[in-house]
């Protein structure tokens, strides 16, 4: 393999796993809150076509970047209200937030069918990204540097940070959280939002930089990769990080091994892979016996109800 | 004072609603004419054409016709569903264009045997079901000369969906046609198992190219590959309909579905009663396979041969599976001057010398 493909090879991963790494670090605060949302696909949907309506009509694709931010918190306060105000059933709701994200993108997008967009660019002028080293250190997508950034500053907010430790104290036990004097509601409210301007960014990562265009289930599945991501990370940024790599990584080799003429798998298989994968960590999960619990948050998809 | 009984009014409801029906008997009622979408009529591809072909049909037959649609019908249950309400709306005539439609047709065609069904791309028939499909492979013959032209590798990459006869057929016609112009072209194959998933085949059409395909082809149908292509530098075929739109530079020219003249003769058949079910497979001679216009990148030499192959197969002259053919495993498949029917098309699961899949 001459270095040329190999640095090809590198920057098709870091495009194909940075959105799954924005959608899932959200959905994996959401969760650590206490709180299920399954409606990531719904959500990044949403989030992909504000991009690209908003960067087709003033064209600028930041601000349609930001807007896809917002969307997508939009669409999870209506998650929201729904699961924590009035306590409905969280599975129930996320696959009816997918299933609504699905339509209304479709239903806003109409217009913009056919059209191009300039995308989010780079990041840094294009002589630093000249060689070899310089396209694999300057050379990515902007969002690809902003997701790297975000796994810190999560990693940072739940291990080190005052806030950070509420937000795994009303996940792991609402009840207590509660009665030393947090708000459950008003801790899931803000994660449950920080989830859904992820997931917004993450369908803006498809509309504005992988492929600049709309088109109906732009991100075809990837938020159920990435809800599947959650737990293969059992619940960890750091390993959140490796396994939207390890997954962007297996989808891109696929295609080269097979452009190469190599056909070690079959593409089916391959497009289960990463759920093969999750429930292959789901088992082990759940067969150390110390580990059991080490895993998801005890409160997980629990509707937390204020007793007086 | 007089009581409005619940009762006269809905009696007087009904009367109301026949009227227009009434009054449509009175003149010679339009023929209905219902279509079946699986897309949205935005798609730029597959629907947008079916689309384009209803619209000639209402501009042909004018007032004799009310044509309707419904778009965005998932292929299964539902579209029994919709199949039954376009029939029981009183529609003479329905088309059902895509091949996930197939049983549902045929079941519901049993039960308004009144109505006269069309299915595209299927393979089940009845008395009053029609199937029709069209020869895009003869599309493809005319990409693959423009490819042999055009690659400098001698390598095109080929974004294909599923191994099915259709996709199968694409994939040889365009690659004996660029081997007929540079005997050593490859067109190396690579299957996403999806017919639409644009971040898929634009990683796809990267992979190609860093493994030295210059020219891409594709049997999926979003423009992302195109985009793909527009970012290289390099050039590939719009899908379906022409693309070139979506990337200017790239786009060289795409293989364009003309159902209107379909409609307008099956329609006219039934208006004049002699309609009767059968297969129809038209292809270029019939102008329902349309190449779009040639982008300023296809040199003049490709141009001239490209037109060559289309105005060959036109008129007869020119078979895309002519022979001898040699599979890609060195066994001979077809003699010298010899031609394949449209069984063997049909059935194809084997692929010419040439194509590394």
Redesign the interface.
């Known amino acids: 393999m001459t270095p040329e493909i190999t640095i090809a090879i590198l920057m098709t991963v870091v495009g194909a796993s940075t959105p799954i790494l924005l959608a899932a670090l959200g959905e994996l605060v959401v969760e650590k809150s206490g709180v299920l949302n399954l409606g990531l696909e719904g959500m990044m949907l949403i989030g992909a076509v504000a991009a690209f309506a908003v960067a087709a009509t003033t064209g600028s694709a930041w601000l349609g970047a930001l807007v896809a931010m917002l969307a997508g918190a939009a669409a999870a306060l209506i998650f929201g209200v729904l699961t924590l105000t009035l306590t409905a059933n969280q599975v129930a709701t996320g696959l009816a937030l997918t299933i609504f994200g699905v339509g209304v993108s479709s239903l806003v997008g109409a217009p913009f069918v056919g059209m191009t967009v300039e995308g989010l660019g780079t990041l840094f002028p294009e002589s630093l990204a000249d060689d070899a080293w310089g396209r694999i250190l300057f050379g990515h997508n902007p969002l690809a540097y902003v997701s790297l950034l975000a796994v810190v500053l999560v990693v940072w907010f739940l291990n080190r940070s005052r806030a950070g430790l509420i937000l795994r104290a009303v996940g792991e036990s609402d009840e207590a959280a509660h009665s030393i004097g947090y708000s459950v509601i008003g801790v899931r409210y803000l994660a449950v939002l920080f989830g859904g301007a992820m997931a917004g960014l993450a369908g803006s990562c498809y509309s504005l930089v992988l492929t600049p265009l709309w088109a109906d289930q732009l991100t075809a599945g990837r938020g159920w990769i990435a809800l599947a991501l959650v737990v293969f990370a059992s619940w960890r940024p750091w390993r959140l990080f490796l396994g939207a790599y390890l997954f962007g990584g297996v989808m891109t080799l696929e295609l080269h091994a097979k452009a190469a003429g190599l056909s070690l798998l079959e593409p089916e298989f391959l497009a289960m892979l990463p759920y093969l994968a999750t429930i292959a960590v789901l088992t082990i999960i759940s067969l150390r016996r110390s580990g059991a619990r080490a895993g998801a948050p005890a409160c997980l998809a629990k509707p937390f109800r204020a007793s007086a | 004072m007089t009581l409005i009984k619940r009762r006269d009014l809905l009696a007087g409801g009904a009367a109301l609603a026949s009227l227009p029906l009434l009054g449509r008997a009175a003149q010679a009622a339009p023929l209905g004419v219902g279509f079946v979408y699986v897309?949205?009529v935005?798609?730029?591809g597959w629907t947008y054409a079916h689309d384009v072909g209803r619209k000639n049909l209402e501009a042909a037959l004018g007032d004799k016709i009310k044509t309707s649609f419904v778009e965005?019908v998932a292929e299964g249950p539902d579209s029994e569903r919709v199949l039954r309400q376009l029939a029981k709306a009183g529609n003479g005539m329905i088309f059902t264009t895509s091949f996930g439609y197939m049983n549902p047709t045929i079941k519901v065609a049993k039960q308004f045997k009144k109505v006269k069904f069309e299915h595209a791309t299927g393979y089940k028939r009845s008395k009053n079901v029609a199937t029709y499909n069209a020869r895009f492979y003869q599309g493809r013959a005319v990409c693959g000369t423009i490819a042999g032209h055009m690659s400098k590798t001698g390598v095109a990459?080929y974004i294909a969906s599923f191994p099915i006869p259709e996709v199968v057929m694409g994939i040889n016609a365009f690659t004996l046609a660029a081997r007929k112009v540079n005997p050593n072209f490859k067109t190396?194959v690579?299957?996403?198992?999806?017919w639409?998933?644009?971040?898929?085949?634009?990683?796809?059409a990267?992979?190609?190219i860093?493994?030295g395909?210059d020219i891409i082809s594709q049997h999926t149908d979003?423009?992302?590959a195109l985009?793909a292509c527009e970012q290289r530098g390099l050039h590939a075929f719009g899908q379906a309909s022409d693309m070139s739109?979506?990337a200017p530079n790239a786009h060289l020219t795409a293989i364009a579905n003309n159902w209107g003249k379909y409609y307008v003769e099956r329609v006219g058949q039934a208006l004049d009663g002699s309609w009767a079910s059968g297969d129809t497979w038209w292809g270029m001679k019939e102008d329902i396979v349309q190449m779009t216009p040639y982008s300023k990148a296809v040199p003049e030499a490709a141009r001239k041969a490209a037109d060559a192959v289309r105005d060959g197969i036109t008129a007869g002259t020119w078979d895309p599976f002519q022979g001898p053919i040699t599979d890609n495993k060195g066994k001979s498949r077809l003699g010298a001057g010899k031609a394949l029917g449209d069984g063997d098309l049909h059935k194809m699961d084997w692929y010419v010398a040439g194509v590394?899949s």
């Open positions: 897309g949205p935005g798609d730029h965005n990459g190396r690579l299957w996403v198992s999806t639409y998933d644009p971040a898929k085949e634009a990683d796809a990267k992979a190609l860093d493994q395909a979003s423009p992302a985009q739109a979506f590394e």
